[in-house]
Structure formats: structure tokens, C-alpha cells
């Protein structure tokens, strides 16, 4: 659904949560320090847990490259998962939520300790295509292309695509995304606008020298049941999904009419939660991404 709370309880012991607030987002390495400390203590104090970790941060604060490569690099050998606050694409202002209060510039970070197993999946739809880019000229801390292949970075990818720079749209974005590979995975680079002096500016950091190419599109819903299959395999009978789901892919599952399905799909496999503006899966900040959790019963 496109607004509202989602909710879920447990019950029966077995679970237990500590979040972490970061706030604000510009003094994180000091915070995550702490946060790491800590976590290092809990684990030594009971190392028969099993343990992940949830990032839910401000969708509109670009730190989130940052934050989440320093808490998976300082914390070590914990899964952690995550996504970016939205606001339905509108641009303008981004939550997180905690202790009471509803916070920009901020990011809540949850331990999960559990009896239970558990077990994370990174899926997407799209694989590296054959029609490749190459970034001449980008601003990474801004998250902004400026030129590919020597050209305005809207007329290249406009050519890419064979679209009008006046069509590119975010439904646009999300049918042909920028994938980069890397170590043998694809890793989408989703584009958010276009700007007025024809750069791109993207949902994730972005650097020169990069080569890029057109995603190539795969099934879907495919692409979820295999995902699920693979959790189950860990996780036979899971309690519950957590997961991030970035808000281009409910766009794509719209226009080409299998957000019914995909709804159904997920509902069949207990997963749970957010419409998001980027994801976060392990040290990596990624898009067009699902990243989830299973919980098992």
C-alpha cells in the first residue's frame, strides 16, 4: 500500500532488539564505534545467538554509503540488511523513527539476537546488458553523473535507450537501470532525475572511470520465488520476512501489472515491510534491490 503503518508482534520469547540511533549522520564514525563496542560485548557475552543487523536511514540524506560500509566493517561478521526512508517521490522530506520521535539527518540501527535461525538474500531483476557506458565525468559525493562516453550524461543514456531526453521519467528509470559488475554480481545504480544542465543525478554514489551498462531485464516474480527458495533452504519454515524494497521496482510491477501478484507472492511467503529509496545489504548501499531477512519459527 502506498501509505500507512505496518505492524508486527512476537511473542514467546526467543527474540530480543536494541536499536541504536545515529543522529546526526555527519558524526557517524564516533557513533559507530560505540555501536560496535557494544554489539562486541553482547557477543561475547552469549555467542550461541544468532545475530543481524536492520539499517532504516534517512532516504535523503546520501550518507548512507558511508554508514553502512563503516558499521559492516567495524562490527564484523554480522548480516545486516537495511533501506532509505521515502516519501512516496516526493523529494522533499524523509523520516526515520525512534524513541518517539520522527528524525531527519538520522538513522536507527536494530540488533536482532535470536534462538532462531535466520538467513539473508540479496535479489534483483536485472542483469548486466551488452550496451555499455562509460562515466567520463561525475560528482560521486553528490551522486551525480555529469558526462558518459564524452556526452551530457541524459543525451548518452537518452541514445542508450533509444528515448527523448523529454521522456525520461522515473517509470523510464526503472525499466532500463545503470548495472555495474562487480567481483561476478550485478549491482543496480538506479537514476532518480534528470537535471536542467543534463547531468543525472542517481540513488547511489557513482564515480569516473566506471563502466556501466543498460540492465538487462529478468523475470521478476521470477526472480522473488528463487530468492525465496534460496532463504528456505536455510530457513525451512520461516516466521517471518523482514525486507527493503526499492519504490522503482513497485513502479515497474505497476505499469507492467503484476504488482497483484508479486503482492500475492510475498504475502505466500510472510514477508514484511518497506517501499524504500535505496537498500542496504551487508556493506553495500544498492538500488532496484529487494534485501530481506528470514526469522525462522
Known amino acids: 500500500q502506498r501509505s500507512g503503518i505496518i505492524g508486527v508482534t512476537f511473542s514467546g520469547g526467543g527474540l530480543r ?10 558524526a557517524y564514525v564516533d557513533q559507530v564505534s560505540c555501536i560496535a563496542e557494544d554489539i562486541r560485548a553482547r557477543s561475547d557475552a552469549t555467542p550461541d545467538l544468532n545475530r543481524f543487523g536492520m539499517l532504516l536511514v534517512d532516504g ?8 553502512v ?10 548480516p545486516l540488511i537495511g533501506g532509505s526512508a521515502g516519501d512516496n517521490l516526493k523529494f522533499e522530506h524523509t523520516y526515520v523513527y ?18 532462531h535461525p535466520v538467513a539473508t538474500i540479496k535479489t534483483q531483476h536485472f542483469a548486466a546488458g551488452d550496451t555499455e557506458l562509460v562515466i567520463t565525468s561525475a560528482d560521486p559525493e553528490r551522486r551525480i553523473i555529469h558526462e558518459m562516453n564524452g ?8 541514445e542508450a535507450i533509444d528515448q527523448r531526453i523529454e521522456a525520461l521519467t522515473p ?18 545504480r538506479s537514476i532518480q532525475k534528470v537535471n536542467d544542465d543534463l547531468s543525472l543525478s542517481c540513488y547511489c554514489a557513482i564515480d569516473e572511470g566506471l563502466v556501466v551498462s543498460i540492465g538487462h531485464v529478468l ?8 530468492a525465496m527458495a534460496e532463504l528456505h533452504r536455510t530457513v525451512p519454515d520461516p516466521a517471518l520476512v523482514l525486507g527493503c524494497d526499492c519504490i522503482l521496482r513497485r513502479l515497474e510491477f505497476e505499469q507492467t501489472a503484476i504488482d497483484g501478484d508479486m503482492s500475492s507472492l510475498m504475502a505466500a511467503n510472510r514477508l514484511f515491510g518497506f517501499y524504500t529509496y535505496g537498500e542496504q545489504y551487508n556493506g553495500l548501499h544498492v538500488n532496484q534491490t529487494l534485501t530481506a531477512v528470514a526469522i525462522g519459527g
Open 60 to 67: 535523503l540524506s546520501m550518507a548512507e554509503e558511508r554508514l
Open 17 to 26: 532488539l536494541r536499536t541504536y540511533p545515529v543522529t546526526p549522520l555527519a
Open 219 to 226: 523475470d521478476p516474480l521470477q526472480t522473488v520465488a528463487d
Open 151 to 158: 556526452e551530457p550524461a541524459a543525451t548518452a543514456y537518452a
Open 171 to 188: 517509470a523510464v528509470f526503472s525499466r532500463h537501470p545503470l548495472v555495474l559488475q562487480l567481483g561476478g554480481d550485478a549491482y543496480v
Open 69 to 78: 560500509a563503516a558499521l559492516y566493517q567495524h562490527v564484523g561478521n554480522l
Open 98 to 115: 525512534t524513541d518517539g520521535l520522527f528524525l531527519s539527518d538520522a538513522a536507527v540501527f536494530t540488533l536482532f539476537e535470536t534462538t
